[in-house]
């Protein structure tokens, strides 16, 4: 959500972001919430006015009738009991005007960093960097549910009877590779200086709203019938949560954390033949970075962020690439994003493992989360990036790591969380 007070005065701009991101729909709520504001502010002035007035004459009244002008007095009084009457009825009025402009100002996209390429969606975004060789073998790959099959790991069918689409059972070593990778990634980012933390997997209303767009609410989450309670698409949205409604010391930021959870997502609508299997899933588990800092820092940030899933994916022997997400691909309260890709041998092209986000002060000023400096409070900005998110990447671990003989080789830096093994055999 960006600033009213910035709207206000640069209405141009935040039309111009509108039309940047495609979203001319939208154009007609900045003047709808311009009026709103202005009635607001026109009440509340008229308010402020009638509280100090009631002040003044209330004095007014003790003197009045201390002196025996009971008639005087009393005549005041009226006027205090109609202005009373005003009052309330201008509070509720600059109530509902409020409660107006912030559910518009909540469906505004942030304004986008200049450096976002302008595009309508995910085919204008730009590839920034290749990492790592991509390499087609001489050998067919086959589809990476077939790669699991072979070793005995995984159930679709069961999943689909206990459970409905879009749910697995995974089993013996491709099970215990999708816990050894979380563990790995949950280790490299200790190891790069951020802290462990396990979050709630159920979120409050006023989180969700907090951490995302209406339009992201409505297909990824699922709300648990007849309590304020959401579950959770990623740990994200929790770690943010965390700091709701607080004031942090400016000495005391940034805060760098990396979350373990499970993500539950609607996914709705229809998909491509490349998101059958484990590819897109209602129910994944991931390891996620969060960053809470000061607002010139987040720039820097959000690089060290992408860095780090690009060094674990290249830790792994798996060829990635980021791209820069265009203005039409980014959700509202984005101000900057970038896809990591990893190589898909069997397809031939790259496909999305994690993804980078500078919210700006977004989430932070929808949740109150401010922080206290040398010169007064501000909104902290956030950042959060994926780290691994199996079993997606499995998909680009075992192709890229695929023998022919059906044969999977286990990187140096993942087993010792495999139990030592350097291969898994058929």
Same mark, same amino acid.
């Given at each position: ?8 005065? =640069? ?131 086959? /589809? ?110 940034? /805060? ?128 959060? =990036? ?41």
């Amino acid at each position: 959500m960006i600033d009213l007070k910035f709207l206000r005065e =640069n209405p141009q701009i935040v039309k111009q972001n509108i039309k940047n991101k495609f979203q001319e729909h939208k154009l007609p709520l900045v003047d709808e919430v311009i009026e709103l504001d202005a009635q607001s502010r026109k009440a509340k002035q008229e308010a402020d006015a009638l509280r100090a007035n009631r002040n003044t004459v209330s004095k007014q009244i003790g003197a009045l009738m201390g002196q025996g002008k009971k008639e005087e007095a009393l005549a005041l009084k009226e006027q205090v009991q109609k202005d009373a009457l005003r009052l309330t009825e201008l509070e509720q009025q600059e109530r509902q005007l409020q409660e107006k402009v912030t559910k518009i100002m909540m469906s505004i996209p942030n304004i986008i960093d200049p450096s976002v390429p302008i595009g309508k969606d995910d085919s204008c975004n730009v590839e920034i960097q290749k990492y790592g060789e991509p390499v087609v073998p001489d050998f067919e790959i086959p /589809y990476h549910t077939e790669i699991m099959e072979r070793f005995n790991g995984i159930d679709l069918d069961a999943a689909g009877k206990v459970a409905g689409n879009g749910f697995y059972y995974l089993m013996g070593d491709i099970a215990r590779l999708h816990s050894a990778v979380i563990s790995y990634a949950r280790d490299f980012m200790i190891d790069r200086g951020f802290v462990y933390c396990i979050p709630p997997f159920m979120i409050r209303s006023s989180v969700v709203t907090g951490v995302m767009s209406f339009d992201e609410m409505e297909a990824m989450m699922y709300k648990v019938e007849g309590e304020d309670l959401y579950l959770i698409g990623t740990s994200e949205h929790s770690m943010i949560g965390k700091f709701i409604d607080t004031i942090q010391d400016e000495d005391k930021l940034p /805060y760098t954390l990396t979350s373990y959870s499970p993500c539950f997502r609607k996914e709705k609508g229809a998909h491509g033949i490349e998101e059958r299997g484990v590819y897109r899933i209602h129910q994944f588990e991931k390891q996620e970075m969060v960053v809470v800092c000061k607002p010139e820092e987040s720039n820097v940030w959000y690089d060290k962020l992408w860095q780090n899933t690009v060094d674990l994916f290249r830790s792994l022997d798996i060829p990635v690439r980021t791209l820069e997400c265009c203005s039409g691909d980014l959700a509202d309260l984005k101000v900057k994003s970038c896809d990591v890709e990893a190589w898909s041998p069997r397809q031939k092209k790259y496909f999305e493992v994690g993804s980078c986000s500078n919210l700006g002060d977004a989430q932070a000023r929808r949740l109150k989360i401010r922080v206290k400096g040398k010169d007064g409070k501000y909104f902290a900005h956030t950042l959060n =990036n994926t780290v691994a998110a199996p079993p997606r990447m499995l998909i680009a671990f075992l192709e890229n790591n695929l023998n022919a003989d059906g044969s999977v080789d286990i990187p140096a830096a993942l087993r010792p969380y495999m139990g030592g093994k350097a291969k898994l055999g058929i």
